[in-house]
């Protein structure tokens, strides 16, 4: 069994910052990519950022460049999204990803997901 445990989203005031956390569990699971990606009212999902789990390669969506910074830690099978500056279009469900190839920058190459967490930014 796979499960992908999402945490730390909130409301928040433009210009604020929040960190993201997604645990992923399983007996034998060690996936080679992990990321976000979001999906905001009316809006198809979209990716946000993923890390690779053995050379630490990343990639982000041009919107979020120098504002969010995505990071990792093995031992915990767990990755982490800093969120700065943080923009009212940024409110949106953010859903940890992990999947098996790369890059994973599509929800077509996400082979697990988790249940997401509501970010919402104001004024």
């Known amino acids: 069994q796979v499960q992908l445990v999402e945490s730390g989203g909130g409301l928040v005031q433009a210009g604020g910052s929040l960190r993201l956390s997604c645990a992923a569990s399983g007996r034998t699971f060690r996936p080679y990519a992990m990321g976000w990606f979001r999906q905001a009212p009316g809006k198809e999902r979209e990716f946000v950022s993923v890390i690779s789990r053995s050379s630490g390669s990343t990639n982000y969506q041009d919107s979020v460049k120098g504002r969010f910074t995505i990071s990792r830690d093995n031992a915990k099978n767990t990755v982490y999204l800093q969120m700065n500056g943080l923009k009212p279009e940024d409110t949106a469900v953010y859903y940890c990803?992990?999947?098996?190839?790369?890059?994973?920058?599509?929800?077509?190459?996400?082979?697990?997901w988790g249940q997401g967490t509501q970010v919402t930014v104001s004024s």
């Open positions: 990803a992990a999947g098996h190839s790369w890059p994973m920058v599509v929800t077509t190459n996400v082979d697990y």
